[in-house]
Nanobody
Framework: QVRLVESGGGSVQAGGSLRLSCEYS????????VAWFRQVGGSERAGIAS????????YYDDSVKGRFTISRDSAKNTVYLQLDNLTPEDSAVYYC????????????????WGQGTQVTVSS
């Protein structure tokens, strides 16, 4: 069974930084798209960053491009999302997701999901 576990969320002031982690286990596919989504309340869960391997291609939504960085540490079975220059608009629950195919950042395209981690940014 594939399991994704997010961690690293918390409360920070505007301009601060966080690093979110997504530790994965039970994943046996050769390829994968791993992505980060975020959701505010009951609104639509929006994709913000993805990484495809093998190859290492990355994609960022315009809302986070230049501020957030997605990366993978194979030795630790962990995908990271570095969040820099945070603003209150970044406050949300952040979710890690994965799929064996190269996928766009739409919720319905991803097979595996974590439970989310809360990020709160105050001014």
């Amino acid at each position: 069974q594939v399991r994704l576990v997010e961690s690293g969320g918390g409360s920070v002031q505007a301009g601060g930084s966080l690093r979110l982690s997504c530790e994965y286990s039970g994943y046996t596919h050769y390829s994968a798209t791993v992505a980060w989504f975020r959701q505010v309340g009951g609104s639509e869960r929006a994709g913000i960053a993805s990484l495809y391997w093998p190859g290492g291609a990355t994609y960022y939504d315009d809302s986070v491009k230049g501020r957030f960085t997605i990366s993978r540490d194979s030795a630790k079975n962990t995908v990271y999302l570095q969040l820099d220059n945070l603003t209150p608009e970044d406050s949300a629950v952040y979710y890690c997701a994965a799929d064996p195919l190269p996928q766009p950042l739409y919720t319905g395209q991803f097979q595996y999901w974590g439970q989310g981690t809360q990020v709160t940014v105050s001014s």
